[in-house]
């Protein structure tokens, strides 16, 4: 079936960023067609059950195919990740002298292949950062269902310990002694209060956030708790940045739960396809499995006003503007000699993306073992520091553990997620954090068992360089980035909104069906 000859706005990739930017157009009554190469929604941000993480690595080996066109170079066929590295370590089926109940083998877990919801790129929501505030202002929340997070961890003394988060934990917690607790809570009180201007902020603005909590000869326990696990910083965190991380965790907490994180139920995926739905609903058009064959900048000389032209099949549509996502377009080589961009902005190769590297994890048993997962539990949080002697750029790993009560794995099963900075290889990089909280043997009780690993690479795109120099209406979004949540992601989406539609209202809220009078 033919598609409108005319659109406002094209969006060429389901990722989260240029989702969010195709909803805000949608929303304002600006006509959006919403195409993607892929059979899936999401591109980097998308959830596949377990036996369609298979695919990752068939389509690893695939040479791209570049379709290059007025300069612009379009990836045909987006393989969304790299160095993919996939690892069963249980047998492919049970002796037959053993229970096939009690034994884990590949055959009893892919026969719950289904039950699975196992994220590309994982990430947590602050009760009070910009992702959660944005779905209740645009109501757009009613499309997910959120859990808050159990429980924040930390790796003390070679054992997974319970962070204590809210006052009541403080005081509950058998960690720390009653002189402790005392301590912890002025100390996040005096976090609190400190603030630009102040005395005790002016004193410290040249100290690092390490040095400011080992000044106050707080016990080694508490600088723990603070440095690594609630400002989830590192050595080299500026007294600054350290202050505001631990005033961000304290201002989400108890919105929602003890902790100050939520995750969307049955994954992550779920949030780009919450956006898509708002786009659908005002009358955005989605087509799967459609690349563009050709783009031309024809500045609107066809008489219709739009100033690029898009051939889709057989069929040639008009636009206003395109948001490209990231891995649906590759900007390099020189354009300053090619005829076909006469006349329009100079295009200067974007900086090079950095990249994350990902291990995703099937285990037994939860870390920390049963005692530290009192209730089941749902999701955890652990933030591993970078090895001594590392970079200031690194931040470590980042751990999310997921029990069947997020919806995103069968009962008897953990999906532990890890996430760090790429630098050689992803099993390479995320193996030092790996063996600190995980192993393969069977007979090692103090942690779970890897019966099934999965690394690999994602790009992880930064703001490009004079990114406002590509031809007039051509536009790029970027990410995931290395962050814990959406922060980056939803302030690029804005921006591109803005700059396509500078006097227009961001994602005003949608009405409810009973408040919509015909």
């Not at 079936?1 to 094209?10: A, S, Y």
């Given at each position: 079936?033919?598609?409108?000859?005319?659109?406002?706005?094209?969006v060429i990739g389901t990722g989260l960023t240029e989702s969010i930017v195709a909803a805000a157009a949608s929303r304002i009554g600006k006509s959006v067609l919403h195409l993607d190469v892929n059979e899936y929604y999401g591109s980097y941000w998308a959830s596949f059950n377990l036996k369609n993480l298979q695919k990752l690595k068939d389509e690893c080996g695939e040479q791209k195919e570049i379709l290059e066109t007025n300069g612009i170079q379009l990836w045909?066929?987006?393989?969304q990740v790299q160095n993919v590295q996939i690892s069963w370590h249980v047998p492919e089926r049970a002796e037959e002298e053993a229970d096939p109940v009690e034994t884990w083998t590949q055959e009893r877990i892919l026969k719950d292949s289904h039950k699975f919801n196992i994220d590309l790129a994982p990430k947590l929501l602050f009760a009070r950062g910009s992702m959660v505030e944005l779905l209740i202002s645009s109501n757009i929340c009613r499309y997910a269902e959120f859990r808050s997070v159990d429980r924040i961890t930390t790796l003390y003394e070679d054992a997974i310990k319970t962070v204590p988060c809210s006052r009541s934990d403080v005081f509950n917690t058998k960690e720390v002694s009653m002189v402790e607790k005392r301590i912890l809570m002025k100390m996040l009180e005096t976090c609190m209060q400190c603030e630009e201007g102040n005395e005790e902020f002016e004193y410290h603005r040249e100290s690092t956030f390490l040095q400011y909590l080992e000044g106050k000869r707080l016990p080694q326990k508490l600088i723990h708790y603070l440095l690594d696990a609630i400002s989830m910083s590192n050595v080299h965190t500026s007294f600054e940045e350290g202050i505001q991380r631990v005033r961000r965790f304290i201002d989400s907490l108890g919105r929602y739960g003890n902790t100050p994180f939520l995750f969307p139920m049955?994954?992550?995926?779920?949030?780009?396809?919450?956006?898509?739905?708002?786009?659908?609903?005002?009358?955005g058009i989605y087509c799967l499995r459609r690349p563009i064959e050709h783009i031309t900048m024809d500045n609107g000389q066809q008489g219709d006003g739009k100033r690029l032209a898009m051939q889709i099949g057989d069929q040639v549509i008009h636009t206003d503007n395109i948001v490209f996502g990231s891995g649906t377009i590759s900007i390099t080589g020189d354009y300053q000699n090619r005829s076909c961009l006469a006349g329009l902005p100079e295009m200067i190769m974007p900086r090079k993306c950095g990249n994350m590297s990902r291990g995703i994890f099937l285990v037994d048993s939860p870390l920390g073992g049963a005692t530290e997962n009192t209730g089941g539990g749902g999701v955890t949080l652990l933030k591993l520091?970078?090895?001594?002697?590392?970079?200031a750029d690194k931040q470590g790993a980042f751990v999310i553990q997921l029990s069947h009560h997020s919806g995103t794995c069968p009962p008897g099963l953990h999906v532990i997620h890890m996430t760090c900075d790429a630098d050689i290889d992803p099993r390479l990089d995320l193996q030092p954090f790996v063996d600190q909280i995980l192993t393969t043997e069977a007979d090692v009780e103090a942690k779970p068992r890897i019966l099934y690993s999965l690394y690999f690479t994602i790009p992880q795109c930064f703001k490009c360089d004079n990114y406002e120099k590509l031809p007039e209406g051509v536009h790029l979004a970027c990410g995931p980035y290395l962050e814990l949540d959406y922060d980056t992601s939803i302030s690029q989406g804005r921006e591109l909104f803005l700059q396509i539609y500078p006097n227009e209202e961001f994602l005003p809220r949608c009405p409810e069906p009973e408040e919509i009078v015909l």
């Open positions: 079936e033919d598609l409108p000859k005319e659109f406002d706005l094209t045909r066929n987006t393989n049955y994954g992550c995926g779920e949030l780009p396809q919450c956006f898509c739905r708002l786009c659908a609903v005002f009358g520091p970078p090895a001594p002697g590392v970079t």
